[in-house]
């Protein structure tokens, strides 16, 4: 939201804060600015110009666009359907920028937006595929065509310099605020990785930049320098904190603080297991270590996950919901199915649900590479653990497999067998080598 709030305000502020003014596209629109204008009153004009955009995407653009992708489909012309979201896309681009005077990238973007609300959205993501892929090459090949290789030579300190504020200074800024919320040293440090390196975005607001003489040109090799050495040493951050993660996830249990028990209360019915107050989020401490044995661990409780959670409670087997959406958690609560707060893939959350104790592992989350993490613990745990997981393409199925998972089952591949049935009137012999 910052960098679409930049990409807003520069051409608009560029002749306020000494830049050149654009002539086209921007200004020159029905709500052109002022020139008279001080730099609050062009803020305030921007803003206003942007909301205005926003009110008309939300009240026209909401209805008209789903109902024109909803006609283009029912020709059935899968060129068509094609050509309209690439019309949308580009249509209100420009009739933002010519109306509005906001940014194409802008307008692009709420185009988007709008279009994800149509049942058509995924449709249009897929049909749209290969014109983002060749965008995207070309985008990158330009930008590889504006940085200049020798300034890596003429400009080693400078490059250095930038590259010090993008890796060190971003990252301890972000760890500074994410320690100052409270959380885990080592979610601080994954955060701060994570955000040590500048994208795309900082390509588009160094080529703006330049363009309203706001930017130097080789203020903009600094930037693309930067960028892309950040890119490149990122991975090795990411396996640095990998290799300090034990250490401090042992610092952390030294230092911790015992957590206060807290009351448990009864049981409402015959059976019922009392919610062990494992809904304490898992920054807030560890949480509670459930009591049950031979029991299944359910980790994720949306559309699969919920549809598993009636069928073992009706079948009245022991199993906890490992979660960490608290609408969710409290919905589990009241049911009377006990909960463990916060992501499995945390290890002090996944040890609250006893794996050690457990005879099962249900992995209902759709994230492969979280749920490949939760095997391998698991496994650690328990290697007698029946784990069953789910996947959504072969080459996830081999993974989770691969990291120790039993049974892993492709949603598509189930559909496929239900509907081979129903033709054949008999369960498909040879529908099962994958799924099992």
Known sequence: L???????????????LGGQEQADTHASGLLSLPASYGIWGVVGITLAKVAAFVVVMLVVGRRVIPWILHYVAHTGSRELFRLAVLAIALGVAFGAAKLFGVSLALGAFFAGMIMSESE??????????????????LFFVSVGMLFDPFSLISNGWPILATLAIIVIGKSLAAFVIVVAFGYPLATALMISASLAQIGEFSFILAELGVGLKLLPEQGRDLILAGAILSIVLNPLMFLAIDWMKPWLEARAARTAPPAEAKPVGPATEPGQVASVAATTKAEDGPPPRTTLANHAILIGYGRVGSLVGAALKQASLPFLVVEDADKTLAKLKADGIETVSGNAANAEVFAAANPEGAVRLILAIPNAFEAGQIVLRARAANPGINVIARAHSDAEVEHLKGLGADTVIMGEREIARGIVEEVLGHKPEAAEPSAA
């Open 2 to 16: 910052a960098m679409v709030l930049a990409l807003v305000l520069l051409p608009a502020l560029a002749g306020v």
């Open 120 to 137: 058509l959205s995924h449709r249009a993501a897929e049909e749209s595929l290969p014109l983002r892929d060749a965008f995207s090459v």
